[in-house]
């Protein structure tokens, strides 16, 4: 069935470093992905997306790659900041006008 | 410009109450979407709107769940008879189109169900 999942349910890094949060998706059928950042009491707020037809995609300050072959997804955090401390999902459209959310990642900034 | 809100933000209610929860899109959006967010989970769809007709249904757990949308743009969730197993963050999205884009969310509407 459809499914995203993500490799880590918490990460910590140090203030100033990069953090890589990874994710699996399951429908080779996918053809949009996206990157949403919650933090606690707010709703989901749009990071960075991509489409199947890249495997490459930058934003200020943030990354996101596509590996199709092995169906891979992952947002790279340059330099981290206090700020960057939330859950991050990613999300597929596998189709059928819905996007399907991974479990989270609890991203903690340590001083 | 304004983004989606949702109200209320918060609704105790005791089991087996109905409760309405209103989602307030972005002007112009015409594709609407309802999530539910349980303690510490993913998001879990319930129901799309395109227009203010509801092509997708599949998500909804229940026939105690109900949504409509007016206007093409207000949309109303409706829980009947709730259960403590409704209690959850529920959240609405909203695009500009339907399909593979962006999607908006606002706040959410946290409701426990004592």
């Known amino acids: 069935g459809e499914s995203v999942g993500l490799h880590l349910p918490t990460l910590s890094v140090q203030e100033g470093d990069n953090s890589i949060i990874n994710c699996a998706y399951s429908?080779?059928?996918?053809?949009?992905f996206i990157w949403y950042k919650q933090e606690s009491g707010k709703g989901p707020q749009f990071i960075i997306d991509?489409?199947?037809?890249?495997d490459k995609r930058q934003g200020q300050r943030v990354t996101v790659l596509l590996n199709k072959t092995v169906k891979h997804l992952s947002l790279q955090i340059a330099a981290t900041q206090p700020g960057d401390s939330a859950v991050y999902f990613c999300a597929e459209f596998p189709g059928a006008q819905k996007l399907v959310f991974g479990q989270g990642t609890r991203l903690t900034i340590n001083p | 410009g304004a983004g989606v809100s949702q109200s209320p933000s918060n609704k105790v209610t005791e089991k087996g109450k109905d409760v309405e929860l209103r989602c307030d899109p972005i002007s112009g959006h015409t594709a609407l979407y309802w999530y539910r967010q349980s303690l510490g989970q993913g998001l879990e769809f319930l129901i799309y709107f395109q227009g203010n007709s509801a092509p997708d249904k599949s998500g909804l757990p229940s026939d105690r769940f109900s949504a409509e949308r007016t206007g093409g743009s207000v949309s109303t969730l409706t829980i009947q008879r709730t259960q403590q197993e409704d209690s959850a963050v529920y959240l609405c999205?909203?695009?500009?189109?339907?399909?593979?884009?962006?999607?908006?969310f606002g706040p959410g509407t946290r409701l426990t169900v004592t």
């Open positions: 991509i489409r199947s037809n890249m």
């Open positions: 429908n080779s059928a996918s053809d949009y």
């Open positions: 999205a909203s695009s500009p189109r339907q399909g593979p884009y962006e999607q908006y």
